[in-house]
T-cell receptor, first 115, second 114 residues
């Protein structure tokens, strides 16, 4: 079974600075998807960014980018120019591309933005 | 698009009572998922449907839990009888099999069983 590990329960960053959240996963598959979701205090789960395993190019969405290292099974999220609205729990998630559609989530990282 | 709609947003009930959570997926999406979030177990999949058919219900805790999807625009998750350990936030999510498979989540239902 696939597992997703987020080893940083909490992180903090100064407003306007850059922060990187770590995620590692364990799988024997070669084709899969990885996601980062954001959960602010409102508890709404918001998709931040997606990466297909077959793509070598790292995904980017405005201030959010990933560093996908397939061989190392690492998928970190970089947030540039941090804003107060970025404060939230961030969850890394894995989805196989072979049949089962379910997402396997990590335990989350709570990000605090310091004004 | 209105996004995934869940009701109620909050539910407080007494142990032994029946609880029904409702979900309306995004129009055109053919996958629907029910997840549960607790402090102890994090986010875990309970069940998911494809074209209204249950595909994987291995995450359903026990027979007290049941889920149905009578049509493409509506699903229910029922707990009967409810127990205090069922207290959690229950999320519904939907996705499209022809798109990027991203799952879009509803706002969740916070269930408290006393």
């Amino acid at each position: 079974a696939q597992t997703v590990t987020q080893s940083q329960p909490e992180m903090s960053v100064q407003e306007a600075e850059t922060v990187t959240l770590s995620c590692t996963y364990d799988t024997s598959e070669s084709d899969y998807y990885l996601f980062w979701y954001k959960q602010p205090p409102s508890r709404q789960m918001i998709l931040v960014i997606r990466q297909e395993a077959y793509k070598q190019q790292n995904a980017t969405e405005n201030r959010f980018s990933v560093n996908f290292q397939k061989a190392a099974k690492s998928f970190s999220l970089k947030i540039s120019d941090s804003q107060l609205g970025d404060a939230a729990m961030y969850f890394c998630a894995y989805r196989t591309n072979f049949g089962n559609e379910k997402l396997t989530f990590g335990t989350g990282t709570r990000l605090t933005i310091i004004p | 698009d209105a996004g995934v709609i869940q009701s109620p947003r909050h539910e407080v009930t007494e142990m032994g009572q029946e609880v029904t959570l409702r979900c309306k997926p995004i129009s055109g999406h053919d996958y629907l998922f029910w997840y549960r979030q607790t402090m102890m177990r994090g986010l875990e999949l309970l069940i998911y449907f494809n074209n209204n058919v249950p595909i994987d219900d291995s995450g359903m805790p026990e027979d007290r839990f049941s889920a149905k999807m009578p049509n493409a625009s509506f699903s229910t998750l029922k707990i009967q009888p409810s127990e205090p350990r069922d207290s959690a936030v229950y999320f519904c999510a939907s996705s499209s099999g022809t798109g990027g498979y991203e799952q879009y989540f509803g706002p969740g239902t916070r269930l408290t069983v006393t």
